[in-house]
């Protein structure tokens, strides 16, 4: 989003990271009984208002999930605080992709058709480029000599992609980072467990929010892949399978016999993508949720049956604001065990 306004020639502030001080301003101001990801977009809001943000954007949404309500909600708690918020609202389009660029249009105001296609393309590009390097990241991880490096080197890409303003730019700087990471010593002979991790959206992309398992399970020798990846969900949600195979189709069609009808969030796709990674060979799944969030408790009660029938240790984690990293981590080494002894079991 920061690259497409940027290419339209807007102004924009990104909050800081997330970090302990956000989701402390978000527990103050959220009420109680909401989930973890409203709590931390608080927290975010009121920090990008401290350095200058008059106006924030949102994805709209459908359904029982209440995110869809997130964007008024957000608005208000700030208004009684004394922030002043404009609030621009991207309902996810039902016609395809010329809905959704109406819907940018309006919001960016005075800037032709053209710059607005040509931005979306260029937005587009950079999630696709990011995303491909984190799955060769997902795949170093647990071949890497030193633990950690291949983190940095992403880490410092990412600067270096959001500066590019061009796609010559954003190419060059997506091939040195690529080239860089193919280059780390790793074995490449280790044997390491394939685990999926499934769940809610907002916990599955950000680190902070989910406490970082992907990378913890990558440490502890798993290769790691998610159901979801922005670049794919923009796809399939925004552009309506324009420029790729919608894999949400594939896991409600996978879900069917044990969930056939739409939950909220990504319930459904939770357990169809369960279904698919055990078919593909993958030895564990973990579910990864915030407190609270009803789609996933519905996928949750469903899972023991389909751990059961596809014979895949499946593990659940919700994660909220009294998580913490030391449980987290017992709870991880035990499952990782749990799958060795499995291997183990099934080579003899």
């Not at 709590?39 to 949404?61: H, Q, S, W, Y």
Request: aromatic fraction near 10%.
């Amino acid at each position: 989003m920061k690259g497409l306004l940027e290419f339209l020639g807007l102004d924009v502030i990104v909050p800081p990271p997330t970090t302990k001080k956000t989701l402390s301003l978000g527990m103050q101001h959220g009420p109680e009984f909401a989930c973890l990801p409203l709590k931390i977009n608080i927290g975010n809001l009121i920090e990008a208002r401290e350095l200058g943000a008059d106006t924030f954007i949102m994805a709209g949404g459908v359904g029982p999930c209440r995110f869809g309500l997130y964007a008024q909600l957000e608005k208000e708690i700030l208004e009684d605080l004394g922030y002043k918020y404009e609030c621009l609202v991207l309902e996810p389009p039902d016609k395809g992709i010329w809905q959704f660029i109406k819907r940018v249009k309006k919001v960016i105001g005075p800037v032709s058709w053209w710059k607005v296609i040509q931005g979306i393309r260029f937005a587009y590009h950079k999630t696709c480029l990011v995303d491909s390097l984190e799955k060769i990241v997902q795949e170093i991880r647990p071949r890497e000599h030193a633990k950690g490096t291949a983190d940095k080197i992403f880490n410092y890409s990412l600067h270096t992609i959001d500066q590019a303003k061009s796609m010559a730019e954003l190419e060059e700087a997506y091939g040195l980072a690529k080239q860089k990471l193919l280059h780390i010593p790793r074995d490449e002979t280790k044997e390491v467990l394939k685990i999926a991790i499934v769940g809610e959206i907002y916990t599955l992309l950000e680190p902070f929010a989910s406490l970082e398992i992907e990378k913890k399970l990558g440490y502890l020798g798993a290769h790691v892949t998610r159901s979801i990846y922005l670049s794919g969900w923009i796809n399939e949600h925004l552009f309506r399978g324009l420029f790729a195979p919608r894999h949400n189709r594939e896991f409600v069609a996978c879900a069917a016999p044990y969930l056939n009808h739409f939950v909220g969030g990504h319930g459904q796709e939770s357990i169809g993508a369960g279904v698919a990674f055990s078919r593909q060979g993958y030895e564990g799944v973990v579910q990864i949720a915030p407190f609270t969030c009803m789609p996933e408790i519905v996928a949750h009660t469903i899972f023991s049956r389909v751990s059961e029938d596809n014979d895949i240790p499946v593990m659940t984690v919700y994660v909220d604001e009294q998580s913490g990293q030391e449980g987290i981590n017992t709870r991880l080494e035990a499952y990782i065990d749990l799958l060795c002894q499995k291997r183990k079991a099934h080579a003899v």
